[in-house]
T-cell receptor
Framework: AQSVTQLGSHVSVSEGALVLLRCNYS??????LFWYVQYPNQGLQLLLK??????LVKGINGFEAEFKKSETSFHLTKPSAHMSDAAEYFC???????????FGTGTRLLVSP | EAEVAQSPRYKITEKSQAVAFWCDPI?????LYWYRQILGQGPELLVQ????????DSQLPKDRFSAERLKGVDSTLKIQPAELGDSAMYLC?????????????FGPGTRLTVL
C-alpha cells in the first residue's frame, strides 16, 4: 500500500533560516507526491506536486521539493523562512492510476523572530 | 476565485445527537471527497463521489455515518448518533475529473466537538 512518512512532528527555525521538512514514501511503482500546507482552522492548500516530470518541483511561496528515487524521498525546502510560513505541512501520495490521496501525519513548522 | 464552501464552520453537539455537514464544491468539479482529520493527524478519506455515485467509502463507518450527493453537485455528510471519538475536523474537497493528476481543492472544514 502507498504511504508516506514524515520525520519530525515539529520543526523549529529562525526567521531567515533554511526550512527542511522531510518526507519518505513507500511505493512499488512511481507515485505522485504532494505537499500541502494547513493554517490553523483552515483547509489544506496545495504547495506543489510531483507527477514524474521534473524531479525538482517548484511550488508557491518559495517552496520547492526534490524527488529522489534512490532515497525514496520528497523533502520540502525553502531557502529563507518567513514568519508567515508557520503552519502544518502534510506530505501525501497517490498511486498512479488511482485517485486516493494518502497523507502523512504532518509536520508543524514553528518560525521564531 | 472559486472555492469549496462548507458549513457550519464549527459544531458542538452532545453524544448520541445527530449532526450534518454540508459541502458545495467548485462549480463543474465532478469528484467530491469527504475527509476526517483527527487532531495531530493527517486527513483520512471517508468517502469519494464521482458525480452522484460513491466510488470509495471503504473507511466510512457505515453504522453511523452516511453521505449523499443526490444531484451530483453539493453533498451532505451525516453522523447519527455522534460519539465522543467523532470529534475532529471534517474536510470537503473537490477535483475536476477524478484523475490522479488532478489537484484536490479543500474547503475550510467543519470542526466538530462532541461532548
Amino acid at each position: 500500500a502507498q504511504s508516506v512518512t514524515q520525520l519530525g512532528s515539529h520543526v523549529s527555525v529562525s526567521e531567515g533560516a533554511l526550512v527542511l521538512l522531510r518526507c519518505n514514501y513507500s511505493s512499488s511503482v512511481p507515485p505522485y507526491l504532494f505537499w500541502y500546507v494547513q493554517y490553523p482552522n483552515q483547509g489544506l492548500q496545495l504547495l506543489l506536486k510531483y507527477t514524474s516530470a521534473a524531479t525538482l518541483v517548484k511550488g508557491i511561496n518559495g517552496f520547492e521539493a526534490e524527488f529522489k528515487k534512490s532515497e525514496t524521498s520528497f523533502h520540502l525546502t525553502k531557502p529563507s523562512a518567513h514568519m508567515s510560513d508557520a503552519a502544518e505541512y502534510f506530505c501525501a501520495v497517490i498511486k498512479t492510476g488511482f485517485q486516493k490521496l494518502v497523507f502523512g501525519t504532518g509536520t508543524r513548522l514553528l518560525v521564531s523572530p | 476565485e472559486a472555492e469549496v464552501a462548507q458549513s457550519p464552520r464549527y459544531k458542538i453537539t452532545e453524544k448520541s445527537q445527530a449532526v450534518a455537514f454540508w459541502c458545495d464544491p467548485i462549480s463543474g468539479h465532478a469528484t467530491l471527497y469527504w475527509y476526517r482529520q483527527i487532531l495531530g493527524q493527517g486527513p483520512e478519506l471517508l468517502v469519494q463521489f464521482q458525480d452522484e455515485s460513491v466510488v470509495d467509502d471503504s473507511q466510512l463507518p457505515k453504522d453511523r455515518f452516511s453521505a449523499e450527493r443526490l444531484k451530483g453537485v453539493d453533498s451532505t455528510l451525516k453522523i447519527q448518533p455522534a460519539e465522543l471519538g467523532d470529534s475532529a475536523m471534517y474536510l470537503c474537497a473537490s477535483s475536476g475529473d477524478g484523475s490522479s493528476y488532478n489537484e484536490q481543492f479543500f474547503g475550510p472544514g467543519t470542526r466538530l466537538t462532541v461532548l
